[in-house]
């Protein structure tokens, strides 16, 4: 497992979360970077990215409330996830690489890294 995620958990609605995604820094520095989630019997969609160059997509969904970074000093990628909503309880993945990249029109070296996901349940 290259890229570790944490930060997931069991919030109210109209609660905030913030989800980490560290990775290698030989796989940090040259990929573009990606949130994604899925929820049970959907399939699994982009919520978010980020290229090397800091450009960002947001899926329809989060702009508002969500905000994707990363801090190169830390090799992480983070999502501040505010005013969350019971819609977006799923599993959350990141992503390194081509998944997340042909997402936003970003060109990126053939390879292609997953994390093994973090749980948010947004619930009263």
């Known amino acids: 497992v290259q890229l570790v995620e944490s930060g997931g958990g069991l919030v109210q609605p109209g609660g905030s979360l913030r989800l980490s995604c560290a990775a290698p820094r030989s796989i940090f520095m040259v990929n573009t970077m990606g949130w994604y989630r899925q929820a049970p019997g959907k399939q699994r969609e982009l919520v978010a990215g980020i290229s090397i160059r800091g450009n960002t997509k947001y899926a329809a969904s989060v702009m508002g409330r969500f905000t994707i970074s990363r801090d190169n000093a830390k090799n992480t990628v983070y999502l501040q996830m505010n005013s969350l909503k019971p819609e977006d309880t799923a599993d959350y993945y990141c992503?390194?690489?081509?998944?997340?990249?042909?997402?936003?029109?970003?060109?990126?070296?053939?390879?292609?890294?997953w994390g093994q996901g973090t749980q948010v349940t947004v619930s009263s």
């Open positions: 992503n390194a690489g081509t998944t997340t990249a042909r997402a936003m029109g970003v060109f990126q070296p053939p390879n292609d890294y």
